[in-house]
């Protein structure tokens, strides 16, 4: 009678996705507030609003996932939606004196929000944003 | 005289042989147009300040640190605003202690490799010189060592895997990207490399002969005395000599209490000599003999290390992490980014590192080894087994603990655990053929051809990552020569695109790591990018000759007032140029194609004067180019 192999190439694949999943869980996953915009009512995608290349800057380079305008009335900052809610980021002003500030209880958000504005000359200021 | 001249023509050692003097020169070119190569005294490098230093009979370097920074103490070492007034680009990673620099970096190569130099009176060894004889010196150990193993234990390997590899660890190992920046950090870890294949060599050989040689074992020791003192890790290889030792004394090789005391004083006598060498060496310069002086290092000061969360983004970049495959030559580049999935510790830095699964595929043939392993009896298939168990187990003991250490991956540290790997799987890959090939031999074929393609895998990323390095200094110095390499390489990427049916964008300012970033896009499409005062050049790849659109969201800076008229301008081959203004809309620019590779310029005017200093970083954003791909008109 023969004796067979372990058979690696069966087990390989197994281990192989056990691993990948242990490396990819490490950490993270706590759940983050919702920002004060988060349930907002939201306008059409503006291309021309005040700070949208900055937000597409953001999620070009994915340290967001997406953002949405929020709908706003009057002299309000224009604001954005980050994520469906993980932060709100607005700006106002008139160009080239752009204020930007952010809400949100996630500091790796604020963080990249404050490293883009300091690359892009904006001033970082409290948020007051719409809602 | 004539089993000589048989011995020089036989057919796998001229290819061999060959095959190494290709493997030397490619290592020196890539040394040689990486940085400059000066034979000349006055070298400021700091292991040749090191000898200077010695030469000296003094341990610490022979330049002081100004008044400020000598008084500095080492709690502060890691403080920017302190360190500012003082810090200069040849200090960095200079360990400062009571007032002197000093070098963490072991001694061993300026022992074997930078005094001896000296003595030949042609001036200071250079760097990259210093780098390529230890990766050279460590490919040809590495060599024979394979070569040791196939000649005891697996006799009938066809030549042409011998061949293959060899070519596989000239090439798929981490050598040639030491070579692509030869500084002091690739100089220590060739020489560690070097002589943990110094002592597998020697230790191997002492104990496989028909009568074990002392001398080879006490060589080995010795190695690995020297490794320890060039790279503490690389000491793994006594483990090698005292294996030995213990399988000569189980087989009875060692018999009587003088016989094993020699041996155990030859085994391990002079690596306990190098060992207690360096730990004195540590002694007369820093805190004790255990401290090595990472903890002084300028501009950073003590690092946090040995921490458990350290292991996951490690792992994820030295196991897991792809290459990027792209259009761009050299068409392998290395991450991150993509960044570890996880959570990452936030003093984690990753440079330049890729995954050995994805990038160097043939250790996958380690997984063949429990086949053969639990199938091939008798004393000589396990001592085969023991050894290929013993790299693989030796080279992921160091992996992990490299890991586990530092906080941060990267490319370089591969030398200490790869090229164990390398050998591993490739004496898999023999073991396994040897057991079909009599009864299996299309089984056997088949194998090879897998194993072929694999090789020729990790071999074309292994060299095509060692022409960008960590800082694509080829581009950067010899724009001729890369010029001409991506010109000769251009066919590949042609007739890809022709098989894709379209051309693409393959690179923006030679730059193919684009965000967003994704394993899956071998080009650039979709991404976006800053226009400023300077314009920017797309790389194209076009199947045949003809004309494309390259269509964009063109948006205004943040901070550019709307009175003020932007107008971008795309110029396409033979000076083909069309402009559209920046109105926050989608636009569309005819572009002229050739087949073959293509630079298309896209540059921004303001049609009016812009309130912006000329420091602004706002003049680097005028407009930005979202989402551009290329459409057919």
């Known amino acids: 009678m023969s ?79 980050v994520d469906d809610g993980r932060g709100c980021v607005a700006f106002s002003g008139r160009r080239p004196d752009v204020r930007v500030a952010v809400q949100s209880a996630d500091p790796d958000l604020r963080r990249h929000v404050a490293d883009e504005a300091v690359t892009e000359g904006l001033t970082l200021g409290p948020y007051a944003g719409g809602r | 005289m004539r089993r000589t001249i048989s011995g020089l023509c036989d057919p796998l050692r001229v290819s061999v042989g060959v095959l190494l003097a290709i493997t030397l020169g490619f290592y020196a070119w890539t040394a040689a147009t990486s940085t400059t190569i000066r ?97 050279f010196a460590g490919l040809l150990l590495a060599v024979a060592l394979l070569r040791a193993v196939v000649k005891r234990f697996l006799p009938s390997t066809p030549r042409w895997m011998l061949f293959v590899g060899v070519a596989t660890l000239a090439f798929a190992d981490v050598a040639p990207f030491l070579l692509r920046r030869p500084e002091i950090y690739e100089v220590a870890a060739a020489a560690g490399f070097c002589f943990l294949f110094a002592t597998l060599l020697c230790a191997l050989t002492a104990t496989l002969r028909t009568r074990p ?39 009875g090789a060692l018999e009587g209490r003088g016989a094993r005391l020699r041996w155990a004083l030859g085994a391990l006598g002079p690596f306990v000599l190098c060992v207690a060498g360096q730990l004195v060496y540590n002694a007369l310069r820093f805190a004790g003999p255990l401290d090595f002086g990472q903890d002084y290092q300028l501009p950073v000061g003590k690092l946090v290390t040995n921490q458990l969360s350290y292991l996951g983004p490690s792992l994820w970049y030295y196991l897991v992490l792809p290459a990027h495959l792209s259009f761009q030559f050299p068409f392998f580049f290395l991450g991150p980014p993509p960044r570890f999935p996880g959570n990452i510790p936030d003093i984690y830095v990753a440079e330049k590192t890729g995954g050995i699964l994805p990038d160097v595929p043939i250790v996958a043939l380690l997984a063949a080894a429990p086949a053969w392993i639990s199938i091939r009896r008798g004393a000589g298939s396990r001592a085969l087994g023991v050894i290929v168990v013993a790299l693989a187990a030796g080279a992921t003991v160091v992996m992990l603990a490299i890991s586990f250490r530092f906080s941060g991956a990267s490319q370089r540290y591969e030398i200490d655990f790869l090229p164990a790997l390398l050998v591993a799987a490739l004496l898999s890959w023999y073991a396994l053929d040897g057991r079909w090939r009599p009864r299996r031999r299309r089984r056997a074929r088949r194998l090879g051809v897998v194993a072929t393609a694999l090789a020729a895998i990790s071999c074309a990323v292994g060299v095509a990552v060692s022409i960008t390095g960590y800082y694509d200094p080829l581009r950067a110095n010899h724009p001729a020569t890369f010029a001409s390499l991506e010109s000769f390489f251009s066919p590949l990427p042609t007739i890809a695109t022709q098989l894709l049916g379209r051309p693409v964008i393959a690179a923006v300012n030679d730059d193919p790591m684009q ?82 590779l293509n630079d298309v310029t896209v540059a921004v005017a303001p049609q009016a004067a812009l309130p912006l200093g000329p420091t602004d970083p706002a003049q680097a954003m005028l407009a930005r180019v979202e989402g551009y791909r290329l459409v057919k008109p």
Not at chain 1, 52 to 80: H, K, N, W
Not at chain 2, 218 to 247: K, M, N
Not at chain 2, 552 to 561: C, D, E, H, I
């Open chain 1, 3 to 81: 004796r067979r192999g372990i058979g690696p190439l069966a087990v390989a694949p197994v281990v192989a996705a056990a691993a990948l999943i242990a490396l990819a869980g490490c950490g993270g996953g706590d759940a983050v507030p919702r920002a004060s915009c988060a349930r907002a009512p939201t306008a059409p995608d503006r291309p021309a609003a005040l700070g949208y290349a900055f937000m597409a800057r953001m999620r070009d380079e994915s340290q967001i996932g997406s953002f949405a305008l929020v709908r706003s009335a009057g002299d309000r900052p224009t604001t954005f939606r």
């Open chain 2, 213 to 251: 040689s002392l001398a080879l074992m006490t060589a080995a020791s010795l190695c690995a005395g020297l490794a320890f003192a060039a790279r503490p890790t690389s000491a793994i290889g006594l483990l090698a000599v005292i294996g030995g030792c213990v399988w000569l004394l189980r087989n």
């Open chain 2, 39 to 135: 034979f000349a005294d006055g070298a400021t490098d700091k292991y040749n300040r090191q000898t200077d230093a010695f030469l000296h009979g003094q341990l610490s370097l022979l330049e002081k640190p100004a008044p400020g920074l000598a008084r500095l103490p080492e709690s502060e070492l890691g403080n920017d605003e302190i360190l500012a007034p003082y810090f200069t680009s040849d200090l960095r990673d200079l360990s400062l202690y009571h007032g002197r620099f000093y070098l963490y970096w072991g001694p061993t190569p300026v022992l074997v490799a930078y005094l001896p130099w000296r003595l030949l009176g042609v001036g200071d060894l250079p760097e990259p010189l210093a780098v390529l004889l230890f990766a």
């Open chain 2, 515 to 596: 965000p967003p970033q994704r394993l899956d896009r071998v080009s650039v499409e979709g991404s976006s990018f800053w226009l400023g005062t300077t314009a920017t050049t797309l790389q194209l790849v076009a199947p045949h000759d003809g004309t494309s659109e390259l269509r964009a969201l063109l948006l205004r800076g943040t901070r550019v007032p709307r009175t003020v008229p932007l107008t971008v301008t795309v110029t396409s081959a033979g000076g083909f140029a069309q402009a559209r203004p920046v109105a926050d809309q989608r636009a569309s620019f005819p572009v002229r194609l050739a087949r073959g």
